[in-house]
């Protein structure tokens, strides 16, 4: 199902074969959380005009509401919001031990109360997988403990140990839901997650026992919550030569443009994160030189396009005079042309990547990018 095609020191190339199409990888999935992305953004807008390959969709946010088996009355998660690519939905474990005020732990899974009506829930490993399962995405995330970070290190120990026991319980749930007659996606992937805060012998440990389990990738989770940026890197690299190589690695929720181009030096595939529409939201705009804030008032009479060197909607059709006025005078319709920039910035600068590595060019990407996209545009 995954090709390797290219690899330049650690940093991949390949082609992910799924139910809902070939993904090419490196790949930036857009953050649909609610199957929408924030800021107005259609599914139309994202196949037509955004590049996009994949859409992540989150399990606990669209069980809570709309509830997971209505969506499934619908055929699901692509005809529900009509985008035929791949899908990947993570397993609602982040959001349970983030949002959830009152929890408990348990073996059997977790209790806690929905951050919406304050109703009460159970989700387990498999409770997770049927969800997913009800959603029918391209890709399930097994249900996994999130610790926070920092933690003790023999907690930490004890939550890699029961993440490692509910991903079995994901693999033959989701092998059973599979096989049932009335499963729209009878074709369902499963990636499992590897925990361990920043501890290296937990990371290790944890990423060998999971490496041997038949699944169809693997996540590094529980970084960028905080930690600082070279400890993360740091995980990776401890990480990486204990992930598969012929299946796909996906770290999740990571990042600043940066942070993609660092983490697929280091041989990340798969990326997701809120910051292209979160930060647009608020005016904050990624360029090829650099990030702007598009309510600067020196931009109040500046008729060139937000980035000038890039081709999306909102650069061919918009002046930054014009997309300043619209925040200033809070129309939603800020809102959306900038997140429609930031989604396409981030979808070219994976395309970008994958040129680079096609033509054995990646090393000198890194060099001229990496840093400079970190940087504030003096324009």
């Known amino acids: 199902m995954f090709k390797l095609l290219k690899q330049e020191g650690n940093a991949r190339r390949g082609e992910f074969v799924t139910p809902h199409g070939v993904i090419q990888t490196p790949v930036f999935m857009n953050v649909g959380t609610s199957a929408a992305i924030k800021g107005g953004i259609s599914s139309i807008d994202l196949n037509d005009r955004l590049k996009t390959q994949v859409e992540l969709c989150n399990t606990y946010h669209l069980h809570v509401r709309p509830g997971d088996n209505i969506i499934n009355k619908m055929g699901g998660l692509h005809k529900f919001m009509n985008w035929h690519k791949p899908i990947l939905t993570d397993s609602g474990g982040f959001q349970v031990f983030s949002l959830a005020k009152l929890r408990r732990i348990k073996e059997e899974g977790v209790y806690f109360n929905s951050h919406v009506d304050g109703r009460k829930i159970f989700m387990g490993p498999e409770e997770s997988m049927q969800i997913q399962s009800n959603l029918a995405s391209t890709i399930a995330m097994a249900f996994d403990e999130c610790v926070e970070n920092p933690a003790e290190h023999s907690y930490s120990k004890l939550s890699c140990d029961r993440t490692t026991r509910w991903l079995k319980r994901c693999i033959n749930e989701t092998n059973r839901l599979n096989l049932l007659e009335d499963t729209i996606n009878k074709k369902q992937m499963l990636f499992g997650i590897n925990q361990g805060c920043t501890y290296d012998d937990l990371r290790i440990e944890h990423m060998k026992e999971i490496s041997e389990l038949?699944?169809?990738?693997?996540?590094?989770?529980?970084?960028?919550?905080?930690?600082?940026?070279?400890?993360?890197?740091?995980?990776?690299?401890?990480?990486?030569?204990?992930?598969?190589?012929?299946?796909?690695?996906?770290?999740?929720?990571?990042?600043?443009?940066?942070?993609?181009?660092?983490?697929?030096?280091?041989?990340?595939?798969?990326?997701?994160?809120?910051?292209?529409?979160?930060?647009?939201?608020?005016?904050?705009?990624?360029?090829?030189?650099?990030?702007?804030?598009?309510?600067?008032k020196k931009y109040e009479i500046d008729d060139r396009p937000l980035d000038v060197e890039c081709d999306c909607p909102t650069c061919k059709n918009f002046s930054r005079a014009y997309i300043r006025h619209l925040f200033k005078s809070n129309e939603q319709l800020a809102g959306r042309l900038s997140v429609e920039h930031n989604l396409y910035f981030y979808n070219t600068l994976m395309e970008k990547i994958r040129?680079?590595?096609?033509?054995?060019?990646?090393?000198?990407?890194?060099?001229?990018?990496?840093?400079?996209?970190?940087?504030?545009?003096n324009d």
């Open 355 to 377: 040129d680079a590595l096609d033509n054995g060019t990646f090393e000198q990407f890194r060099k001229r990018y990496s840093s400079l996209l970190e940087s504030k545009l």
């Open 214 to 296: 038949n699944l169809d990738g693997f996540a590094i989770g529980g970084l960028a919550v905080g930690e600082p940026i070279p400890i993360m890197y740091h995980v990776i690299e401890q990480v990486e030569p204990f992930m598969p190589k012929d299946k796909p690695r996906y770290l999740m929720g990571v990042g600043t443009p940066s942070n993609l181009i660092e983490s697929v030096y280091r041989g990340i595939d798969f990326f997701d994160c809120v910051m292209p529409s979160r930060n647009a939201r608020h005016a904050t705009i990624f360029t090829w030189n650099g990030i702007m804030h598009a309510t600067n």
